[in-house]
């Protein structure tokens, strides 16, 4: 099968890629919204948006069908901290949306009902052709993403797992690490707590082939929150 062209690392190299998402319950949480954001994004000089749920994917893939779509989604189920696109089911949908890459979490946590990493990577692939990006928080996990067979790496786990609850992203001690054991055909992203173009120029210094930026470009809930937090202090 061909390389997408979208996918080529050469045009990837160096790139943004913005997570266009809104909280539950939020405004800008609407399949317009998303799409505006997303398009415009794009047409900033974006290489790809992240985008959470299949009906996100589907209004970005319907407005901006040349768009890279790195496409996820978030559910909770009992018994299991993992939500990045936890599952087969959650896989299928992301895909089926139009996604042309699926991320989902790769850490070593148990999933729901059982389900095994290695197994979803293999039918991801095998039955789906889909390009897979591992969600991390660690070295050792990222290297067995890419080992079981996943295109991406991407450090977006880092301060948000049981393991890794004591840092706090950017996770700048794992891009050297990875950058030099990863396979020469793994992509490498820095994603999680970049917050201005200086730390999105040194997760580029640091190894990262491309950096993802969410909340401080579309989080309108969460930044105007913490405007206000701060402002409400002497």
Known sequence: MPLDPRLDRQRLQGGLIVSVQAPEGSPMRHNDVIAAMAEASLN????????????????????????????????????????????WQEIQAVWAAGADVVALDATERPRPDGQRLEALIERAREQLGAPLMADVD?????????????DWVGTTLYGYTEATAHQAPPAWDLLPPLRQQLPAGTLLIC?????????????????????VVGTAITGVDLQVAAYRRRLEQP
């Open 191 to 211: 994603e999680g707590g970049i917050a201005s173009p200086q730390q999105a120029r040194q997760a580029l210094d640091g190894g990262a082939d491309a950096v």
């Open 44 to 87: 900033n000089g974006a290489v790809g948006v992240r985008l959470e749920s299949p009906e996100h994917i589907g209004a970005v893939r319907r407005r901006c069908p040349e768009a890279l779509i790195i496409g996820l989604w978030k559910r909770s189920f009992a018994g299991s901290p993992v939500y990045i696109t936890p599952g």
């Open 138 to 150: 660690s070295v050792a996990n990222g290297l067995r993403a890419a080992e079981l067979g996943c």
